[in-house]
């Protein structure tokens, strides 16, 4: 398996391994990143998924480029769209995802990382999107999840340009949530911490207004939050949450 998927604690981490290619994404390993991520679905235990690269070097160098080479038309097309498809899922995961990104983020690699939730890189974190070096553009969501991210200028700069941006400035253009000096999978679990106490659904109900502010016109937005602040108010959390406030305890929240 070039992708492991091992609970610590109250987290999934799924791992890219295949440091010797720098966890570069063939078409099996994006399958089993779909078939991680459903798992993931499907565990009502885990209330983060961190997303990490095995070895000291890469987070994930991008598509294949020995495998793309060899697809015809109809094969590239095919797997621009199981990329795109695979990396949805982490949009409608019941969780929030943290991509730990420990070195190299390229071309698909960066892909992957956009479509987490969050993002905290160390100090060793190289992100691009290099497609044009080789003729071609990106195919795993990038040109549509990194202007939403960052703006469409330095977007559009990073995509036309190919350029490498080092962990400073991705942190300083908005790419990343935190720069990490440590132990990036500890830092991974503390980040989220601050939010993984919190009820489930809660959090979904806030994701789920989030990512429809991308998609919609602000008033059919603010109608979109309303109804999803009413269901967060209907549940037995809200209940719980408000009475602890009233009686100046903590909140004991039970995912309901
Ligand atoms: N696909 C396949 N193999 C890759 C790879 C990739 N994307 N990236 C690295 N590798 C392999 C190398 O071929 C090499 O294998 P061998 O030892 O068998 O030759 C091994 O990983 C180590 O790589 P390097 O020797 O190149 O390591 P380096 O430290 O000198 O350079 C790097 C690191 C700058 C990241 C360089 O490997 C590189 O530029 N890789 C390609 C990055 C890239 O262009 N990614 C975009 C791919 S296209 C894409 O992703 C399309 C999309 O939108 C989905």
Same mark, same amino acid.
């Not at 469409?152 to 990490?180: F, P, Q, W």
């Given at each position: 398996?070039?992708?492991?998927?091992?609970?610590?604690?109250?987290?999934?981490?799924?791992?890219?391994?295949?440091?010797?290619?720098?966890?570069?994404?063939?078409?099996?390993?994006?399958?089993?990143?779909?078939?991680?991520?459903?798992?993931?679905?499907?565990?009502?235990?885990?209330?983060?998924?961190?997303?990490?690269?095995?070895?000291? +070097?890469?987070?994930?160098?991008?598509?294949?480029? +020995?495998?793309?080479?060899?697809?015809?038309?109809?094969?590239?097309?095919?797997?621009?769209?199981?990329?795109?498809?695979?990396?949805?899922?982490?949009?409608?995961?019941?969780?929030?995802?943290?991509?730990?990104?420990?070195?190299?983020?390229?071309?698909?690699?960066?892909?992957?990382?956009?479509?987490?939730?969050?993002?905290?890189? $160390?100090?060793?974190?190289?992100?691009?999107?290099?497609?044009?070096?080789?003729?071609?553009?990106?195919?795993?969501?990038?040109?549509?999840?990194?202007?939403?991210?960052?703006?469409?200028?330095?977007?559009?700069?990073?995509?036309? $340009?190919?350029?490498?941006?080092?962990?400073?400035?991705?942190?300083?253009?908005?790419?990343?949530?935190?720069?990490?000096?440590?132990?990036?999978?500890?830092?991974? +679990?503390?980040?989220? $911490?601050?939010?993984?106490?919190?009820?489930?659904?809660?959090?979904?109900?806030?994701?789920?207004?989030?990512?429809?502010?991308?998609?919609?016109?602000?008033?059919?937005?603010?109608?979109?939050?309303?109804?999803? $602040?009413?269901?967060?108010?209907?549940?037995?959390?809200?209940?719980?949450?408000?009475?602890?406030?009233?009686?100046?305890?903590?909140?004991?929240?039970?995912?309901?």
């Amino acid at each position: 398996m070039a992708v492991t998927l091992k609970r610590d604690g109250d987290f999934a981490v799924l791992t890219l391994d295949r440091p010797e290619a720098l966890n570069a994404l063939s078409f099996a390993i994006i399958g089993q990143i779909g078939e991680a991520l459903d798992a993931v679905a499907e565990d009502r235990t885990a209330r983060a998924l961190l997303i990490t690269g095995a070895g000291d +070097k890469a987070f994930c160098a991008g598509a294949d480029i +020995k495998e793309l080479r060899s697809r015809s038309l109809v094969d590239q097309k095919r797997g621009a769209e199981l990329g795109q498809r695979v990396f949805a899922k982490l949009d409608d995961l019941p969780i929030a995802s943290v991509a730990l990104v420990n070195g190299y983020a390229f071309g698909g690699g960066m892909e992957l990382a956009l479509a987490c939730t969050f993002r905290l890189a $160390s100090a060793n974190a190289k992100f691009g999107l290099p497609e044009v070096k080789l003729g071609l553009i990106p195919g795993y969501g990038g040109t549509q999840r990194l202007p939403r991210l960052v703006g469409e200028g330095r977007a559009l700069e990073m995509i036309l $340009s190919g350029r490498t941006v080092d962990a400073g400035e991705a942190e300083r253009m908005n790419l990343v949530n935190k720069l990490i000096e440590d132990d990036l999978l500890e830092a991974g +679990k503390a980040f989220a $911490s601050t939010f993984t106490r919190y009820s489930l659904p809660v959090l979904n109900f806030a994701r789920r207004a989030v990512q429809r502010a991308h998609d919609l016109p602000l008033h059919e937005g603010l109608r979109v939050e309303a109804e999803l $602040s009413t269901l967060a108010y209907r549940t037995a959390d809200a209940e719980e949450g408000m009475e602890a406030f009233e009686q100046k305890r903590k909140p004991e929240f039970r995912d309901a």
